[in-house]
């Protein structure tokens, strides 16, 4: 299908282009509205769509006012803030602790390990908003509604299971062999892992942290629940914005978190494929 | 070293201890390292996610409220035939003034009877009035009780309120589950609501209806793509990769607030439709605010959660199969249907369970696109938490909920295993 034999009847051309243009409308159905948000972040007019203007590519029709109401608007700075203290922590506690439960999974001898694993992964698979309603029910009973480590105890519990996920499928095509050599040649456990084990699955543990860092980072339910104003977060600060004054600095902010995206989405990617070039699994 | 040669005795280890017990020991010991790093993780998860969920379905049938503020009135009820058709006797009024009393010292008599409104609508304020006069009660010398209440508050002379009070004495209690199905405690045991009050049921069967409008969207949408990237050369396929990542990896807010610029009456679609004349400009298109609003973006947003497994399992599919069957004579259909889409439904499975569970415990979404029509069951839990505060009605919907996705969870575990879940 990828490529027309030279023996095609005309209906098998006809049909072959038209799945093209079908594809190019699923793609293009999954990357416009993403796409529109970027040049409309640049109206220069209060609207959420094209002005005449800006239709005619005239200059005068974009302006950086909203990018510059974002960076001066205190709400939107402290969302920021919040955001930027939160994500990191979380990262960290789900990170360590997932990491050392993903290498202790892997060991060939784990009783219970199903069961161990799927409530490690539950956090992912739990809908958000009853995760959301127990955490606020449970962590107002023993105050931690409403504080920043109340959230950043939420958030890590739901970056856990994408952390396990990675760091396990990283430990799949570890040489147990290394380590053995390793304490062979007279290194402890610490050493051993350290400087031995960890190097290999870094690629799987990183991006295990960019997945819990977007987790945290983009979350809204849990922390809408959990958190307190003082806590409110940039998707939460959209959330209210979107459903009550919606003002286009949204889409300035949508701009910038597609980039962090996008930049996220290289990292991942290219770390993807160092890991499988190093362990031979792919060519290219 | 043990003689291996030597079949009388057990064999033995180096240190002199038998082999097997030896090597039992190194087995236990192994597992217990294993678990000792587990363990830290684990205790984290029970105590940061799992206790809530769990304390959630406790509340979800927890009701000690009642037997609290009211002991002495639980207790005289509990002799009372609620069929009987008569009011208590004068004892159990004399029982309810002096909890009044007591409870409205310590102001909990308002809560109690907003627990009871749930119901029996109609009981907070009985409860409201009377307990503002309560305080003064002068439990000995006072009374009868009976006249004293029920000139207080006509209503005490309604036997509904004391069968609500007998009903829900007890500290364990199905009536937010029965309301989240819309039933009632009535007369002689469960009955459904009057129709005009049914409103969850509806509400469980849009979501699941909508979830599945949403899933098999999404298999439609994704089948081709995935198709067209398992077939194409690596470099290529990778290419347009990243148009499927780019959107799985950007804010949901991001891509639910596009969606709503969108779709706005004065949004891009509606200004693009009425300039190329298919719509009229007093025409505009509702597209947003209801079911259609939630559709659209969802399918778009759970999109990449299909073609992601799909397209895994396609790429294990060996195209010779393809051409095998069209040598032997089979027309493009046939060799389609009966010999390529039936080794990827394990990828077609996956990914509808996936998406399937995920859209039916959406909340954002519906929330900013589905208007009242489109919204799915999380919203009326979140408006029970936030809102009204009922929260043992918003734990009892969460436990439905929760039910229907381990089922699905149990499903997909069977079927395609937690661990081969592959990320991007």
Same mark, same amino acid.
């Given at each position: 299908m990828a490529k027309l034999p030279p023996y095609a009847t005309t209906g098998q051309r006809i049909w072959h282009y038209t799945f093209l243009v079908i594809c190019g409308l699923i793609f293009f159905f999954l990357i416009a509205p993403i796409a529109v948000v970027i040049p409309l972040s640049f109206n220069a007019e209060n609207f959420f769509t094209f002005t005449p203007e800006m239709l005619r590519l005239d200059p005068e029709g974009y302006s950086l006012k909203h990018y510059r109401d974002f960076f001066s608007?205190?709400?939107?700075?402290?969302?920021?803030?919040?955001?930027?203290? +939160?994500?990191? @922590?979380?990262?960290? $506690?789900?990170?360590?602790?997932?990491?050392?439960?993903?290498?202790?999974?892997?060991?060939?001898?784990?009783?219970?390990?199903?069961?161990?694993?799927?409530?490690l992964i539950s956090p992912m698979i739990v809908p958000l908003?009853?995760?959301?309603?127990?955490m606020y029910f449970f962590y107002s009973k023993i105050n931690l509604a409403g504080t920043y480590w109340g959230v950043v105890l939420a958030h890590a519990a739901l970056g856990i299971p994408f952390v +396990?996920?990675? @760091?396990?499928?990283? $430990?799949v095509g570890f040489d147990r062999s290394l380590t053995r050599a390793a304490a062979n040649m007279g290194a402890d456990p610490v050493t051993t892992f350290f400087?031995?084990?960890?190097?290999?699955?870094?690629?799987g543990v990183i991006s295990g942290a960019l997945f819990a860092f977007i987790t945290s980072f983009d979350e809204v339910v849990v922390v809408i629940f959990v958190g307190s104003a003082k806590q409110q977060t940039l998707p939460w600060q959209m959330f209210t914005g979107l459903r009550e004054q919606i003002s286009p600095t949204i889409l300035a902010v949508a701009t910038i978190l597609v980039a962090v995206s996008i930049v996220l989405l290289t990292i991942v990617e290219l770390l993807r494929r160092r890991s499988e070039r190093l362990r031979g699994m792919s060519p290219g | 070293m043990s003689d291996t040669t030597n079949t009388s005795g057990p064999v033995l280890a180096a240190d002199g201890t038998p082999l097997k017990r030896s090597l039992a020991k190194?087995?236990?010991?192994?597992?217990?390292?294993a678990l000792l790093l587990i363990a830290p993780l684990l205790l984290f998860i029970l105590i940061s996610f799992i206790l809530p969920i769990a304390d959630m379905l406790y509340r979800s049938v927890e009701n000690k409220i009642v037997v609290?503020?009211?002991?002495r009135s639980v207790e005289a009820l509990s002799s009372w035939d609620a069929n009987s058709g008569e009011l208590p006797d004068e004892a159990v009024f004399a029982a309810m003034a002096a909890d009044l009393k007591e409870a409205s010292e310590a102001k909990t008599h308002t809560k109690v009877g907003s627990r009871l409104n749930y119901e029996y609508p109609g009981i907070a304020s009985v409860f409201r009035k009377t307990g503002r006069k309560a305080k003064k009660f002068d439990i000995e010398n006072g009374g009868p009780w009976k006249e004293e209440l029920i000139d207080l508050d006509k209503d005490w002379a309604d036997p509904g309120i004391w069968r609500t009070i007998q009903t829900y004495s007890p500290s364990v209690t199905s009536g937010y589950f029965l309301n989240a199905v819309d039933m009632r405690v009535g007369a002689d045991g469960p009955e459904m609501r009057p129709e005009s009050e049914r409103i969850y049921m509806n509400l469980l069967v849009r979501t699941l209806w909508m979830s599945l409008l949403i899933t098999f969207s999404c298999i439609l949408l994704a089948y081709p793509v995935a198709w067209l990237l398992a077939n194409l050369p690596t470099r290529q396929a990778n290419l347009l990769m990243i148009l499927v990542l780019l959107p799985f990896w950007t804010s949901l807010l991001v891509r639910t607030s596009a969606w709503k610029i969108l779709l706005q009456q004065?949004?891009?679609?509606?200004?693009?439709?009425?300039?190329?004349?298919?719509?009229?400009?007093?025409?505009?298109?509702?597209?947003?605010?209801?079911?259609?609003?939630?559709?659209?973006?969802?399918?778009?947003?759970?999109?990449?959660?299909?073609?992601?497994p799909m397209y895994s399992v396609m790429q294990t599919i060996p195209p010779s199969y393809l051409r095998a069957a069209k040598s032997l004579g089979a027309t493009d259909w046939t060799a389609f249907w009966r010999v390529y889409f039936p080794q990827t439904i394990p990828g077609i499975g996956a990914g509808s369970i996936l998406v399937f569970i995920l859209a039916i415990g959406y909340y954002i979404t519906p929330a900013l696109v589905g208007g009242t029509k489109g919204t799915f069951i999380s919203n009326q839990i979140a408006f029970h938490i936030s809102t009204s505060l009922n929260w043992g009605l918003a734990s009892a919907l969460g436990a439905i909920l929760l039910a229907v996705v381990l089922v699905l969870y149990w499903a997909y575990d069977k079927i395609v295993g937690i661990d081969n879940v592959k990320l991007g």
């Open positions: 608007n205190p709400d939107w700075q402290n969302a920021l803030w919040n955001s930027i203290k +939160i994500a990191p @922590v979380a990262t960290i $506690l789900s990170v360590s602790l997932g990491t050392l439960a993903a290498i202790g999974l892997s060991q060939p001898h784990v009783p219970a390990r199903r069961a161990i694993m799927a409530i908003i009853i995760s959301a309603a127990g +396990i996920i990675t @760091v396990t499928a990283t $430990l400087r031995v084990q960890m190097p290999l699955i870094l690629p | 190194a087995l236990r010991r192994q597992k217990l390292r609290q503020t009211l002991p004065q949004g891009v679609i509606n200004d693009i439709l009425v300039w190329i004349g298919l719509v009229d400009d007093n025409a505009r298109l509702i597209i947003i605010n209801n079911q259609f609003g939630t559709i659209v973006a969802m399918t778009h947003i759970l999109l990449p959660f299909m073609i992601l």
